[in-house]
């Protein structure tokens, strides 16, 4: 597989919350991750993030991406992605009880790849606070 495929198995086995396992295969074990954006601001590695994903469909339901955009940068070995997460705040989990409101939120994910075609790093763009008002969280 190529880089591009490499990073575009492992950011729709993360956005579908398929958990570390589905992910591995596309990630080196220890690819850090980036993000300014509170819920996962604290998160260091790409495993942290996934599995972070794959507890979300036990707070919320109708969990769904949409993917808008992709592009490959060949001179900085980078895949982007460009989508919008969908999702319904029905069960318990997250900082209050469940608000039933539901979140529309755009995010740009950036992969950078090694030489063997994996993730190295992740970055993470998110406006999480218009996310979190969205819910009823902020």
């Known amino acids: 597989m190529s880089a591009f495929e490499n990073a575009a198995g492992f950011f729709h086995a993360c956005e579908s919350s398929k958990g570390w396992e589905a992910c591995r295969p596309y ?7 980036e993000a300014q954006a509170g819920p996962v601001a604290g998160f260091s590695t790409a495993r942290e993030y996934a599995e972070w994903m794959a507890e979300v469909p036990n707070w919320a339901t109708d969990c769904r991406y949409d993917l ?4 490959w940068d060949a001179e900085n070995r980078a895949a982007i992605f460009f989508a919008t997460f969908h999702l319904r705040h ?24 090694n030489d ?20 009823g969280w902020a």
């Open 90 to 113: 029905t069960g318990e989990g997250g900082p209050v009880p469940p608000t039933n409101r539901e979140m529309d939120s755009h995010y740009v994910f950036v992969l950078f790849m």
């Open 68 to 71: 808008h955009a992709s592009a």
């Open 27 to 33: 990630v080196e074990p220890d690819a850090s991750f």
């Open 116 to 135: 063997e075609d994996r993730v190295a790093r992740m970055v993470k763009i998110w406006n999480a606070h218009w996310a979190m008002e969205q819910l």
